[in-house]
């Protein structure tokens, strides 16, 4: 999988990833570059962590058997689909920017004194000293009592509850049901048409994540953006 020429956005960055030779573009949101030592250090782990063996080293040494689960449980398909560095943003919540750090750390690819300068000039938050952010990870919460979907401590979006189940109510509970699992089987079995409807309205407004359909409207699975 390619994964040169995309952008890595947080609340406080934008970097943007060239599909040649050249390096990195990063900026803050305020639109003030970010010095270019650490650009390049931090291109630097980006392409070290690239690598297959990378995936499999973090797959086996650093994800929790809940943070496999939330991914899907496959390795190979995952590694594909996401990248090393998407794998870990998904499984603990955080931007892509801390997922490259926090890699690059925990495989032994980058010092402890070099990721907490990373994270420094970043503006982002300290790593403790077991090598773990301040906030905890972050998937959304379904509230099926309330009809509230929760992402990062706030509400994303209200549903209106019906007596008999919707459609988006039985996607939500069963993301719910699985504790978030990046992917799920469709609860759904009338049709692609039918899930496809029921995944337009859901996104609908959705800023933090967004849901989709995989194999044929089999799957379901939800991710940052």
Same mark, same amino acid.
């Given at each position: ?18 599909? !040649? ?8 949101? !305020? ?69 490259v750090i926090d890699v690059a750390r925990g495989v032994e690819l980058m010092s402890d004194q070099t990721a907490n300068w990373l994270m420094r000039e970043l503006k982002l938050e300290e790593i403790d000293a077991g090598g773990n952010a301040a906030g905890t990870s972050e998937v959304?919460?379904?509230?099926? #009592?309330?009809? $509230? ?6 509400? #994303? ?13 039985? #996607?939500?509970?069963?993301? $719910? ?6 992917? #799920? ?17 859901? !996104? ?22």
């Open positions: 999988m390619n994964i040169e020429g995309w952008f890595l956005s947080s609340a406080r960055t934008t970097i943007e990833m060239p599909d !040649n030779a050249g390096q990195p573009t990063l900026t803050f949101k !305020n639109g003030r570059p970010v010095p270019k030592d650490v650009a390049e250090k931090f291109y630097e782990a980006f392409l070290r962590i690239k690598a297959g063996a990378v995936a499999i080293r973090m797959w086996e040494r650093l994800f929790t058997e809940e943070d496999r689960k939330r991914l899907g449980g496959d390795l190979e398909e995952c590694f594909s689909r996401l990248g090393t560095a998407r794998m870990w943003a998904q499984a603990k919540g955080v931007s892509m920017e801390r997922a959304p919460e379904w509230d099926a #009592i309330r009809g $509230e979907l929760r992402f990062g401590g706030h509400v #994303i979006r209200r549903i209106r509850l019906m007596n008999q189940p919707s459609n988006i109510q039985r #996607i939500l509970d069963a993301f $719910e049901d699985s504790h978030w699992s990046v992917r #799920i089987d469709s609860p759904l079995h009338r049709g692609q048409q039918q899930l496809h409807e029921a995944l337009r309205f859901l !996104n609908q407004g959705l800023k933090a994540i967004r849901f989709r359909s995989q194999e044929g409207g089999k799957a379901i699975v939800w991710e940052r953006l």
